[in-house]
């Protein structure tokens, strides 16, 4: 099994990323600090076609002695958490980036291997921070400047998500993560004659025998699917084992360790027995079908909620229970300090004040991140915390638990090549396909996308 360097990765994403250059059609935009290191990311910005200037906010003064530029993808709410470290260091002016993950990654891979234009920070998601590891020296080791004095402040599995292998280097720090559970409709189980409250339903459903009896009952009694799509199922499934695709040698094991085989087994066998739908996540179907309520659970992280909230905003049936046979994580980023970033102690200080447990309160509370710091579990705002929209449940403690059972998985610098064929031989069993044929076809194919 060959490494997968970070010209190989920028290679691929290179690639993907002419593949649909054609439908791009945003505007550039330009950071405007003085310094060297930000002429370097305006040149990036001016660059990338995918940076519209709404994707920009500037904080502080023009003139601060201190210009730092923060990549990021998605909407975090960062910019607004940092407007207070702004007005407490006024020699401290940031400018943030933030756009699609996909185009924010290939951005990031281009910069690093030109040697200019990277960020002074950068958010990496969490599936695609082992691409960068092998590519150490473009990055600054946190544990230089004094990281191993917070690790406590941190999940044990989060923070070593974010080390080397070897556990000498430390590549950022992490941000929210997902912790896994099973959002479910009320009304679909009274319709089936079953308890609908959260104790009940935790008491029901503990297992995933029992999550199958379940589903049974509902789709005797409604007609309706137990879950979304297989996609969600399988990465339940997937994300409690403590061995994903690859060892720590980056060595594929699909074929060696039971886990991946047994959580595509047991989806194709729900799918088989009509518990499982194939809502493509994302699309209008799979929205209109939270709205509606078309189907019993939806197995997802914490960050799931606001994607329920946004395509059911009416909807007053979900409720969250924790997961069958304890949880999982799916999602969370890290910030790293780009190597070529010239102001790197004041880019570590940023990151730790952003990062802090006072902090990632303030954004669970008005973004919904969910914490990596389990000292904010215990603060009385997230013991006390009531959600309106799931009938005024404390769904933060269904999340903690979830996220106090997560134990560290290495992903690997392949894992997403992987995981698409895997997903994509899923949809085949939907589709008819037998899933033993298929489950070989799925190694075949990895086999070949893997050893490129």
Not at 33 to 55: I, R
Not at 114 to 137: Q, T
Not at 286 to 310: C, R, S
Not at 348 to 354: A, E, G, S, V
């Amino acid at each position: 099994m060959k490494k997968y360097g970070l010209m190989a990765a920028l290679l691929a994403l290179t690639v993907a990323a002419a593949g649909c250059g054609d439908n791009n059609t945003n505007d550039t935009a330009g950071n405007t600090n003085d310094n060297a290191n930000a002429n370097d990311n305006d040149a990036a910005l001016a660059d990338n076609e995918d940076v519209n200037e709404e994707d920009i906010t500037s904080l502080g003064d023009e003139d601060a002695d201190v210009e730092l530029s923060f990549w990021l993808f998605g909407a975090t709410g960062y910019p607004e958490l940092a407007e207070e470290y702004i007005e407490e260091n006024p020699n401290v002016s940031i400018t943030f980036q933030e756009i699609e993950m996909g185009d924010h990654h290939n951005n990031l891979f281009t910069a690093l291997s030109a040697g200019s234009g990277a960020p002074d920070l950068a958010a990496i998601e969490v599936s695609e921070l082992d691409s960068y590891k092998s590519a150490e020296d473009r990055f600054v080791n946190l544990y230089d400047f004094g990281a191993e004095d917070i690790k406590d402040d941190y999940l044990d599995w989060v923070w070593e998500n974010g080390e080397s292998v070897e556990g000498d280097f430390l590549f950022g720090l992490p941000t929210d993560i997902g912790p896994t559970v099973m959002f479910y409709r009320t009304d679909v189980f009274e319709e089936a004659g079953l308890p609908s409250e959260p104790e009940e339903v935790e008491e029901l459903i503990s297992t995933w025998d029992e999550y199958r009896e379940v589903a049974q009952t509902i789709l005797d009694e409604t007609g309706k699917p137990m879950a979304d799509n297989p996609e969600t199922v399988f990465n339940a499934k997937r994300d409690q084992a403590p061995q994903a695709y690859f060892n720590e040698n980056d060595e594929l094991i699909l074929d060696d360790e039971p886990y991946v085989r047994e959580a595509f087994f047991e989806t194709s066998e729900m799918i088989e027995d009509g518990y499982v739908d194939n809502f493509g996540m994302w699309t209008p179907e799979w929205g209109g079908g939270m709205a509606d309520g078309d189907f019993a659970t939806l197995l997802a992280p914490a960050w799931m909620q606001g994607v329920i909230k946004g395509n059911a905003p009416d909807a007053t049936e979900w409720r969250v229970a924790a997961m069958p046979e304890g949880g999982g994580n799916w999602g969370g980023s890290y910030v790293t300090i780009p190597e070529q970033s010239e102001f790197q102690q004041e880019a570590y200080d940023f990151m730790t004040w952003l990062l802090a447990p006072e902090q990632q309160l303030k954004a669970f509370e008005n973004m919904g991140l969910f914490p990596s710091t389990p000292e904010v579990y215990d603060m009385p705002e997230f013991q006390d915390y009531s959600d309106e929209y799931f009938g005024g449940q404390n769904t933060a403690e269904v999340f903690a638990q979830s996220a106090l059972e997560g134990e560290h998985v290495h992903k690997g610098p392949q894992y997403g090549d992987v995981n698409s064929e895997i997903l994509a031989g899923l949809d085949n069993v939907f589709d008819g396909f037998d899933p033993e044929e298929e489950w070989e076809d799925v190694l075949n194919r990895v086999e070949q996308r893997t050893s490129r």
